[in-house]
């Protein structure tokens, strides 16, 4: 491909003023947006999607296209335009642009077959960029990834852990572009259009920086040329703009960031100086080049395998996890692992030294770890991101976006609780059930024992959409058999009987406590209901209503996490029409250093408190 | 002071070497913690407490001294070591390290008074430790903020946004130290020795760098020398150490990170290694030098001022935030605000045109905000940082620290909710609640006009601890007037009757959908409460218990926000013991781009579904 062939030029310049227009007309017609941060962006826009990528504009699906990421958002009507420009959508559709009838959304969603993620939080597209190209490895395509950043963007922290990742694992199948335009939404950028220094930083973090003019398309074009030439590092294309250009009236200027052109004369006078701006063409632009098309096996789920385990053994949840994900890894290729230096704590080095090539090392750095998630999500993989349940909460901006993109990402937090014990507080998940069963559609499974967590960790991967699994550090003994069911949205009744006087609901090691108190009151000659909520989103309302029915409307929860947003929030609302009580025991304080069993029972959710709430709300 | 002089070397090594010995001997006592972590920081923190620092041992609370963040937390046994060197804390109390009973937990937290800000999660120490240098210039004092950094720990995005503030800021007041041990918790570090390859990124984000043998007292105290004399820049010392220096069998071994040396020979022989290496001292070691003593006149909390509003007056309550924390601003100089570059949207601009040498711009980085804020509560001031409430989700384990560390940061997130419109998912808080209620400890209010919200805000900035408010983009008519009286824990029940069929319960723009529902009931001769829930954590339980008592049990709730976490669930938790239903009307599903009135009603929270719900549960 005769990239810097002169002749393509006036076309691909009339296609970034097509996309200045079509970007202005949108965002007047629907009130709102973004306009002079797609017109910094327009000839990046034109050489990205008519002179470089290779991709099928009929086929969203074809696994080898290039891949685009729009990190910067808000410049979602550019995109739109490029797409209109390529025959993808209808031209018409743009000014649908953010109606409440239109999958042109004011930041590009997944709902549009060509968004691998949703973008819109700055600072993301780039690590799901990182994981889109891990992909590509994956599956033996030669497909390139390319990103678009605003340069305000790069002051996310996200960014330069994406740069680090991508660095780390020679990612030159990644072309980053800044569209440094010098303006932020409300001032200047501190390094406005400094260039060199931020050239300084990428090559600091080990990339290939390369500063272009980023008006000028044959230097674009010779940029993007040179990125692709360019092995063992990925590529940072430095681009200074001017956002508005093409409209004189707003170009370099402060305060037009997401402002759009008045409908009338302001509107019109932008429009006519961009259709001046129009050009003879010197011979038309050849069709977008298709990608090499590799034939691939289709996936096929891995059939359950029969847990290993025999009741009575002791096994933590977070080692039998490692063990459960290295096994389904060996059955399907799909399955990924991705770390932030704490597999020898999370056991996720049991599926590194089976499956190295999918394994991806994060180093400490939650955010890309989720983010490169799900980038690999969105090409295919089934990816399970796992670190401390705590340290999920680094992320917390990632997974709302991953839950707003419905991505597969399966994420494993461990350590949960006041159970961790003298870690102290910050290494506690305690508000990770809270975070996760926000997002209306993450699945949120918390097994008890080494049998549900295979069990659960299998249902998970083949479940469409994010999922999270919670396990613990301490040994638990193992309850379950091979012949024991689960399913996603259900939960276990494990002691039973018509005299019970209360359901006592517990999940992970609470559950052991449960138990233990139904021992206790037996001895008082008290029967209590015990269930094992092993899927806390979405929860068992038929059971819980029926355990609430027949115990006389009386539950207790119980569970090592704080009390707002977990399970007895999740169990309120299950029975919120029944009338019943739910009293609940959970972490209601900081908690502190301790033994684990010591920090149970300090904290409200041991044995004994269990006990004395069943005593308390019925007898 | 002469900080070379050689003399007084020997005496400096040999705390080193006690630095060791006591962490060491705490470590295995515990049974648990980081011993190897500590001996690789022994030189710089004896150089650092006995021959750097101004302090005075007796007085944490005096507001000049130079202050030390341990970033890396789980070194947290040889942090120890130094105070019960330095005389604040009894050297014996060193063994009751993680026990439940002792304050020295697994990683330090501020239950201790010389500590600021709990650390644990790795990347946020040097977050705070800008906070707190900008503490330093607002009241006008020359103490100096040093921060110990693992090397693991910076590739922590979180560490990249403190870099790039603390330089825009100029922060030559901090002298930042990564202790280079090249090893990770599970495995070396990307870089391993390459000191220089770390040298560059700081240098790149306009930093001083300088590496130093982290072992070689001399050196390390002529880099802490250069450090205080160079001016507009921000140090941070690459210092190259040996995880588990001292100790031959486990030096620069990789699997020794969060391993203890066990009882009996292993730990023997360790501390008869370390005990051989002290040395005879040249000279006793000069007492701690004391801080500049600056009198200032004590804090005093600022009048209400009477809100500046009429009765039916439309004001978002983003807007008169804004206009609040200026006026507040104007009458206590511990008021600080805190952006990330979205203060046109919040409304912080108008804080920052009156008392610009108090608001603290970040750029777009949330987590830096958000630690900044950390470290700034922490010395005394009463910062304010604010975003869009979908973007404090960036910064949400900084949020569960700041709320381990009781720390009195007050959030502010606007733009929450499906009320935003057109701009969609990305830019809607529609998690904001449930992420703070989680949160044991943080006060949650929700104004619903200017007037509330001005009073909300007065509120929270004198209650101590963290706090969040959260604030609306649409304008909403003002319903309150002077003297209405509001307070933490409260509510307000704005239509009553006896004959009460329901209590709806909304707040924000909610309530108004509840008020508009009230009148189309009413229409048709049904009478519902309508309560004002515009303090979400506490709740105003006996309030709700009497509303459900006195309205046949039944409440409805209706919330701008998901179903998991927020309203519905603290109303439920509040009548738990009630046997009331609580019926909750929240937003379901992902929601999209649209009209702020289209996507009330598409996402089931209008008055037209207020008016349903009222109908199914109470006709």
């Known amino acids: 491909m005769p990239v810097t062939a002169s002749s393509r030029i006036p076309a691909l310049k009339n296609i970034a003023t097509r996309l200045r227009i079509e970007s202005v007309r949108a965002t007047t017609e629907a009130g709102s947006g973004h306009p002079s941060t797609c017109c910094s962006a327009a000839e990046i826009m034109a050489a990205i999607f008519f002179a470089e990528m290779r991709y099928d504009p009929?086929?969203?699906?074809?696994?080898?296209?290039?891949?685009?990421?729009?990190?910067?958002?808000?410049?979602?009507?550019?995109?739109?335009?490029?797409?209109?420009?390529?025959?993808?959508?209808?031209?018409?559709?743009?000014?649908?642009?953010?109606?409440?009838?239109?999958?042109?959304?004011?930041?590009?969603?997944?709902?549009?077959?060509?968004?691998?993620?949703?973008?819109g939080s700055l600072g993301q597209g780039i690590c799901?960029?990182?994981?889109?190209?891990?992909?590509?490895?994956?599956?033996?395509?030669?497909?390139?990834?390319y990103v678009l950043l605003g340069d305000g963007e790069t002051s996310e922290g996200s960014v330069w852990e994406a740069a680090e990742v991508a660095s780390l694992q020679r990612l030159d199948s990644i072309c980053a572009i800044t569209d440094v335009n010098a303006l932020g939404q409300s001032q200047p950028t501190p390094w406005r259009h400094d260039l060199d220094a931020l050239a300084a930083r990428w090559r600091a973090f080990g990339w290939h920086a390369r500063i272009v003019d980023g008006h000028d398309l044959p230097a674009i074009l010779e940029a993007l040329d040179e990125a692709r030439g360019t092995k063992s590092r990925p590529t940072m294309l430095l681009a200074r703009t001017v956002k508005g250009k093409g409209i004189s009236f707003i170009e370099g200027k402060n305060g037009w960031h997401g402002k759009v052109l008045k409908k009338g004369d302001e509107v019109d006078k932008a429009l006519r100086e961009l259709e001046s701006q129009l050009v003879p063409e010197e011979a038309p632009l050849p069709a977008v080049p298709r990608p090499k098309q590799v034939p691939r096996p289709p996936a096929v789920d891995a059939p359950p395998a029969a847990p290993p385990y025999g009741r009575g053994e002791h096994v933590a949840t977070r080692e039998a996890f490692g063990d459960a994900v290295a096994r389904l890894g060996a059955a399907d290729i799909r399955i990924a692992v991705l770390d932030a230096d704490v597999k020898n704590s999370t056991f996720t080095e049991k599926f590194e030294q089976q499956h190295p090539d999918r394994f991806y090392e994060n180093f400490i750095a939650e955010q890309v770890m989720i983010g490169a998630a799900m980038g690999l999500a969105a090409r295919g993989a089934i990816p399970f991101p796992a670190t401390f349940g705590a340290f999920l909460s680094r992320a917390y901006d990632f997974i709302r976006m991953a839950a707003i993109s419905h991505l597969n990402?399966?994420?494993?937090?461990?350590?949960?609780?006041?159970?961790?014990?003298?870690?102290?507080?910050?290494?506690?998940?305690?508000?990770?059930?809270?975070?996760?069963?926000?997002?209306?559609?993450?699945?949120?499974?918390?097994?008890?024992?080494?049998?549900?967590?295979?069990?659960?960790?299998?249902?998970?991967?083949?479940?469409?959409?994010?999922?999270?699994?919670?396990?613990?550090r301490p040994k638990t003994p193992v309850i379950y058999g091979p012949d024991d069911v689960f399913r996603i949205g259900g939960s276990n009744v494990l002691r039973r009987s018509a005299a019970d006087v209360a359901t006592v609901?517990?999940?992970?090691?609470?559950?052991?406590?449960?138990?233990?108190?139904?021992?206790?009151?037996?001895?008082?000659?008290?029967?209590?209901?015990?269930?094992?909520?092993?899927?806390?989103?979405p929860v068992d309302g038929d059971s819980l209503v029926g355990c609430a029915r027949e115990t006389h409307g009386r539950l207790i929860t119980v569970e090592d996490h704080y009390a707002a947003g977990g399970i007895g929030d999740a169990v309120a609302a299950a029975v919120a029409d029944e009338g019943a009580t739910v009293h609940r025991l959970a972490v209601r304080d900081v908690p502190r250093s301790g033994k684990p069993e010591e920090l149970l029972d300090r904290f409200g959710i041991s044995a004994r408190h269990i006990v004395d709430a069943v005593k308390q709300v019925a007898v």
Chains 1, 2 share one sequence.
């Open 128 to 145: 799901a960029a990182v994981g889109i190209a891990l992909n590509a490895r994956r599956i033996s395509s030669d497909y390139r990834t």
């Open 58 to 119: 009929a086929h969203p699906e074809q696994p080898d296209n290039d891949r685009f990421v729009l990190s910067k958002g808000h410049a979602a009507p550019i995109l739109y335009a490029a797409w209109a420009e390529a025959g993808i959508i209808d031209r018409a559709s743009l000014l649908t642009l953010r109606r409440i009838d239109s999958d042109l959304e004011g930041h590009p969603t997944p709902r549009l077959p060509w968004v691998d993620v949703a973008t």
């Open 505 to 537: 609901v517990g999940a992970g090691v609470t559950l052991f406590e449960a138990l233990q108190a139904y021992d206790t009151l037996r001895q008082d000659g008290i029967s209590i209901r015990v269930v094992d909520l092993y899927s806390i989103q």
């Open 409 to 472: 990402i399966k994420m494993v937090g461990s350590h949960v609780g006041v159970s961790i014990g003298e870690d102290g507080p910050s290494q506690m998940a305690l508000e990770d059930l809270a975070m996760m069963r926000a997002q209306p559609n993450v699945t949120v499974l918390y097994p008890c024992d080494a049998v549900s967590t295979e069990r659960l960790l299998a249902l998970m991967a083949y479940h469409p959409g994010p999922a999270y699994l919670r396990t613990s």
